[in-house]
């Protein structure tokens, strides 16, 4: 009697409408409100067998227990182990189908059992466990393998130790470095809980513009106190480090790589470091890159510094990953320079020099995590070097958090990219998994999107893109609907039609906004600094490619940057194949169009527009999906909880205003060149092109 009015109560407090702040992601495990359906999983989660003292083998079952708790409303025994059948069974042993952190999930004499290599497979297991529940899978004849397809699988934090995060928009940083290491927020748990539960393995706690704070050993204590909250959740902590730093600590007198002290300082900062934390995961370096210091200044390469940094660490496990993100303003006398190129002439000509414990990170696109760029001409020009991949999850080019844009299918879109090197098929998936060129390391980060904001992620929606990330960092082969369909029943609600409603919003998302901000091939034409409304009439910047006339170089003429033999040559840096793919303005596919072409206004173009009218179309049918992506999202109201309803409400009421601010940008600035009408049946822009110039002026003021 006593246990059926606690279920009715849970069934209650479940079913009333609270208000639900975010927290808890997609970590939820609200009560099954279908009796049938919780009974049926609670008639095979009888117990959970546990006959390991592991430390991640513990938090597993704790996790375990505590998801099943909430989803079931019973509190289901761990005991050591079972002759029984009905319940769940961890099995530490050999496994010839599964690497190290794989794991496989199957119904065995009566129970369910998931079988790792490792204690770092049961935890992931037994999160794909619960997904299952929470997803409303049948666990009958339940019979799963996987393996993630990169080692590393890393959030990159851009925070500050002063508190704020570089191009963060959920509030301030998580870690509260004054009060380490004795202060332990609770938040640092979840935070690892929800990495874990997605895969996510490696965290980089401070911004690649790093402080010489972090490597003194105030500093190291305090993250050494994160990697202790970290660790039972299977999270390795990196450090981004300021290549300066021997010097900047009064420790050497130069930071050459190749001088003997500096050597010394470094592989004395690591013994140090390692004697801290002694799973430390390794470095994370940005170099002579946007004024961060680096073995440029010296006359060295990149291989010369990241080399250094990997003979520090030779008697440890960790590694070094040295970021390509680089880019020399390119000389006025060089009529073919573009930025496009720089990182590839810089790193592609070290292939083979870097030491076997260095990984060279790679954004996904030349330029700079632009709504949609082709991907990275380094990806299959590196045979000899491990490359990682590196994505972004704050949405610093994408509308901060006041769009809704599901990232999914930006990842997906590089991933599955063919760079042809060794044939067809040759994708940016296989070169960043290690399958086409046998890297011996692998990796894969996303800038993380995280912040002090309750709900995590500012915007509530955006709390997808760091679920899809992880997801997709462990299985590049799962689709975006197929993730965003998970998320969307983990977080928001399991009627069918509101799934239906918010997958399809979110995967629509992303073009929506590449076509009220950037469509055809356009490319970074936002506000310059802030990074954030349109700005297509900048001509000068502090360097010429900052400005966006750099990149839309429009004139009455036409529009776009000519990347080919005629232009920079940029184009000249893929394969045959991708080149044929984007040699000819005609075969062009329309997404890519400009960023390689400068194409007349009045050229007819496969949809049978000209490009001036086919521009303005997607700048209006831009704007018009965001309507149309606020009245699917009211159509679910009902079925979704009041405060994220309303807040996500009040964000596309944002993006609504902010779409109309780019659409009559663009199509009043691009007029000028194009000397055309706005296409009849679009209404024309209510406002001048001096009143929206005005309008990023106001955001840049201080
Ligand atoms: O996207 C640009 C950002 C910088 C950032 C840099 C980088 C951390 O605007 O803020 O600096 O990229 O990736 O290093």
């Not at 370096?285 to 006359?299: H, M, T």
């Not at 044929?580 to 049978?608: C, E, I, R």
């Not at 049918?621 to 996500?648: A, C, Y």
Request: proline share 5%.
């Amino acid at each position: 009697m006593f246990k059926k009015i606690i279920c009715l109560l849970l069934l209650f407090l479940s079913i009333k409408t609270f208000a639900d702040d975010g927290y808890r992601l997609w970590l939820k495990y609200d009560l099954i409100k279908n009796q049938k359906e919780r009974e049926s999983y609670a008639r095979i989660t009888k117990f959970i067998a546990v006959n390991s003292q592991l430390e991640i083998v513990k938090t597993a079952s704790i996790e375990l227990q505590s998801g099943l708790k909430g989803l079931l409303g019973k509190t289901v025994p761990v005991i050591a182990s079972s002759k029984s059948t009905g319940g769940i069974v961890f099995q530490l042993s050999l496994n010839k189908d599964l690497n190290e952190e794989g794991y496989s999930i199957t119904s065995q004499n009566g129970n369910i059992v998931i079988n790792a290599n490792t204690e770092k497979g049961i935890l992931y297991g037994t999160f794909e466990l619960l997904r299952s529940i929470q997803t409303g899978k049948s666990l009958s004849n339940i019979s799963i393998v996987s393996n993630p397809k990169i080692q590393y699988r890393m959030l990159n934090h851009w925070d500050n130790p002063l508190g704020t995060i570089e191009r963060g928009y959920a509030g301030s940083s998580l870690w509260k470095w004054y009060e380490l290491p004795e202060n332990i927020d609770p938040r640092y748990k979840d935070y690892a809980r929800a990495n874990a539960s997605i895969g996510i393995n490696a965290t980089v706690v401070n911004n690649v513009n790093a402080s010489a704070r972090f490597m003194t050993k105030e500093y190291l204590l305090k993250v050494k106190a994160l990697a202790d909250v970290f660790r039972p959740y299977g999270i390795k902590v990196f450090l981004s480090i300021n290549f300066a730093a021997p010097k900047i600590l009064k420790g050497t007198k130069t930071s050459d790589p190749l001088d003997p002290q500096v050597r010394a300082w470094w592989q004395a900062k690591t013994n140090e470091i390692y004697s801290i934390i002694p799973d430390f995961g390794g470095y994370l370096v940005k170099a002579n890159s946007e004024g961060e210091p680096g073995p440029q200044d010296f006359g060295r390469t990149h291989a010369d510094g990241a080399n250094m940094l990997a003979e520090a660490l030779k008697p440890y496990t960790g590694v070094v990953i040295w970021r390509a993100f680089v880019y020399k303003p390119s000389s006025k006398d060089d009529p073919k320079g573009d930025r496009y190129k720089e990182a590839y002439n810089d790193f592609k000509p070290l292939d083979g020099q870097f030491d076997k414990k260095v990984i060279v990170q790679v954004k996904n696109g030349p330029i700079d995590f632009q709504p949609r760029e082709p991907f990275h001409p380094l990806f299959g020009a590196m045979p000899k070097t491990p490359l990682a991949m590196e994505f972004q999850i704050t949405q610093e080019y994408l509308g901060f958090t006041t769009n809704l844009v599901y990232l999914a299918p930006l990842f997906k879109e590089c991933l599955e990219s063919d760079t042809y090197v060794n044939g067809k098929g040759s994708t940016v998936a296989k070169v960043v998994d290690g399958s086409l060129h046998d890297y011996h390391l692998t990796a894969i980060a996303g800038v993380a999107n995280t912040g002090s904001d309750r709900n995590w992620t500012g915007h509530f929606m955006s709390q997808a893109n760091w679920y899809a990330f992880g997801r997709l960092a462990w299985n590049h082969e799962l689709s975006s609907e197929q993730i965003a369909d998970e998320w969307v029943k983990m977080t928001l609600s399991h009627e069918p039609k509101t799934v239906k409603t918010i997958t399809k919003i979110l995967t629509e998302s992303r073009e929506n906004y590449v076509n009220f901000t950037t469509p055809l091939g356009l490319h970074h034409i936002m506000g310059q600094g802030i990074h954030f409304g349109p700005e297509p009439w900048l001509m000068k910047s502090d360097r010429p490619d900052w400005a966006s006339a750099y990149y839309h170089r429009a004139d009455t003429l036409g529009i776009g940057c000519d990347r080919t033999k005629k232009g920079s040559e940029a184009l000249l840096l893929y394969t045959q194949e991708v080149q044929n793919q984007w040699n000819d303005p005609a075969k062009t596919p329309l997404p890519y169009l400009l960023w390689f072409h400068h194409v007349g206004w009045k050229t007819k173009l496969s949809t049978g527009n000209t490009l001036w009218d086919e521009l303005c179309t997607r700048y209006y049918t831009g704007l018009q999906s965001v309507k149309d992506m606020r009245k699917e999202w009211n159509s679910v109201k009902p079925n979704i909880d009041k405060e994220i309803f309303e807040d996500v409400a009040g964000r596309l009421a944002v993006q609504e205003r902010e779409a109309i601010w780019w659409r009559d940008a663009c199509v009043l600035y691009f007029r000028q060149y194009s000397k055309m009408p706005i296409p009849a049946q679009f209404p024309k822009p209510e406002r001048s092109l001096e009143e929206v110039t005005k309008l990023v002026e106001i955001y840049q003021l201080r």
